[in-house]
């Protein structure tokens, strides 16, 4: 895994996520919050799941791991309490506006973190720890990888809410977002 594979997937993520919005857009209030069966409780649970996951992960990658101080809760509860530690307004967190904001500012940050980034560091081993405090030690890059997975994990669970909603769904595979940025390309 080179910097210029990594920089490839978080292009991807950063399109799919794009791509996620532009139809949680359209949605009502109703469709954004209403309880469902899947992973996390609504639309709204689950695209915050994916952004906070992002959020952590680009801490721990910068050097702090932000710690939850509840035990025995929810996915939900424990990230959104990381979250808090970590001087996020969690209360901004509700409306899909402020998931765009939280999102946008990710994406800026990480991209400064891609940008210091040289290719050995992806081999180095980052010690971080879990939201528990229970510590661990892998390939920074094999962690950045597993952040895009598990954002495609999740927007797929976001597609099918969607769909359990009666809203529109859009094409999230990345086949797609290679051929558009290929057309892209072609166009320059």
Same mark, same amino acid.
């Given at each position: 895994?080179t910097l210029?594979?990594? &920089?490839?997937?978080?292009?991807?993520n @950063? +399109? $799919?996520?794009? &791509?996620?919005?532009s139809?949680?857009e359209? @949605?009502?209030?109703?469709?954004?919050?209403?309880?469902?069966?899947?992973?996390?409780?609504?639309?709204?649970e689950?695209?915050?799941h994916? @952004?906070? %996951?992002? +959020?952590?992960? @680009?801490?721990r990658?910068?050097?702090?791991?932000?710690?939850?101080?509840?035990?025995?809760?929810? !996915?939900?509860?424990?990230?959104?309490?990381?979250?808090?530690? #970590? #001087?996020?307004?969690?209360?901004g967190?509700?409306?899909?506006?402020?998931?765009?904001?939280? %999102? *946008?500012s990710?994406?800026?940050? =990480?991209?400064?973190y891609l *940008?210091?980034?040289?290719?050995?560091?992806?081999? %180095?081993?980052?010690?971080?720890?879990?939201? $528990?405090?229970?510590?661990?030690?892998m390939?920074?890059g094999e962690?950045? /990888?597993?952040?895009?997975?598990?954002?495609?994990?999740?927007? #797929? /669970?976001?597609?099918?809410?969607l =769909?359990?909603?009666?809203?529109? !769904?859009i094409?999230?595979?990345?086949v797609f977002f290679? &051929?558009?940025r /290929?057309?892209?390309? %072609?166009?320059d």
């Open positions: 895994m210029t594979d990594i &920089r490839s997937l978080y292009a991807y @950063l +399109w $799919a996520n794009q &791509r996620m919005f139809v949680l359209k @949605l009502t209030d109703a469709q954004f919050t209403t309880p469902r069966q899947s992973s996390f409780p609504s639309i709204h689950s695209a915050l994916i @952004l906070a %996951a992002e +959020w952590i992960w @680009l801490k990658w910068t050097g702090s791991s932000p710690l939850a101080t509840v035990s025995n809760a929810t !996915t939900a509860a424990t990230m959104s309490s990381a979250l808090s530690n #970590g #001087g996020v307004a969690v209360e967190l509700s409306s899909l506006s402020g998931l765009r904001g939280f %999102a *946008d990710i994406e800026q940050e =990480r991209r400064q *940008d210091s980034l040289k290719d050995d560091a992806l081999h %180095a081993r980052l010690s971080y720890t879990d939201m $528990a405090g229970k510590p661990f030690s390939p920074l962690l950045m /990888q597993h952040v895009v997975n598990h954002g495609t994990y999740h927007r #797929g /669970q976001v597609t099918t809410l =769909r359990q909603a009666g809203a529109e !769904t094409s999230l595979d990345m290679f &051929r558009e /290929q057309q892209s390309a %072609a166009a």
